[in-house]
């Protein structure tokens, strides 16, 4: 019965401790005054530190650096400058001779458009190379024709052609490409592709002043004897009205003579005069270009030189 009693009483106290060791606690760090349990663990780790000897420490021994690797600089590398290769088929648009950009025209009106065109690229451009419409208006011109003359290199050619002036009021372009003897089309600038063009106004109002006609005659038509052989010519002109008429000569080989005027006090005509002096044989023609106001060539004069 004793052992019994004694027994219970020591189960008790176990379960109580074992309670008592489980119950949260305010502050985890603090002792409790009277706590057996904290105090045999506190008097534990301070016989444990007292026990332990410090570790000593390995000072790293610094490892030698290798010293700096020189390098040789390499010398700049020059390129040698390369001169760039032409296209063959290549060109630049000079300038408008006849009929700049904004002209204006009366329905129907019939007028010759000229460009001057530098040959940049390094293929003569022969008689088989064409002038070929691109696009816009036609202006009543050919869809294509011929070269009048062969350019080489760096040569300049004027190209002319005649046009009409649409009926209808408005404004019209008409853009225009180079195709060489093979059938490929070229156009102008560093890139082949820009076309070189005629922007023309059409309206209403009757021009105050026009050339309607001009007529060439010439003291021989036609010679044969020696040379140097100097042929006089004369153009009669008609004007609408008064005005200041601008003009030059042109021969059918492409010779031009210098730009001059006659002045119509009132509408009529008047007889101007030049004088070609030929050194070899020649058989073509001879034309006056009417700058102001016309734009426009008037009928060609045969001409024909021959020289013994």
Known sequence: MTNRRLFTTVSLAIILLLAACNLPRP??????????????AAQTVAALSTQLQPIDTVTPV??????????????????????????????EFVTDVTVPDGTSFTPGQAFTKTWRLKNTGSCT???????????GNSLGAPASFNLPTNVPPDAIVDISVQMKAPDAVKEYQSDWKL???????????EDGQKSFWVKIKV???????????????ADNANYTGACPRT?????????????????????????????QEVVFDTGGTKTV???????????GAVMVYIDNPNHQYFPNFALKVTCN
Do not use: H
Request: net charge negative.
């Open 62 to 91: 610094p490892v030698p650096t290798n010293p700096p690797v020189m390098t040789a600089t390499q010398p700049a590398q020059t390129t040698a400058e390369t001169t760039p290769v032409k296209a063959c088929d290549a060109g």
């Open 27 to 40: 502050n985890a760090t603090a002792e409790t005054p009277g706590d057996p349990i904290g105090t045999a």
């Open 273 to 283: 005069n030049s004088s070609w002096q030929f050194g070899s044989s020649f058989d």
């Open 125 to 135: 451009w022969t008689t088989s190379y064409r002038v070929i419409f691109d696009s």
């Open 203 to 217: 309206e209403t109002a009757v021009l105050p002043f026009a050339v309607t006609k001009v007529v060439i005659s």
């Open 231 to 259: 042929v006089a010519l004369a153009a009669a002109i008609t004007s609408t009205a008064a005005g200041r008429v601008t003009y030059f000569w042109e021969r059918s080989d492409g010779t031009k003579g210098a730009v």
């Open 179 to 189: 195709q060489n003897a093979s059938g490929v089309t070229f156009g102008l600038g």
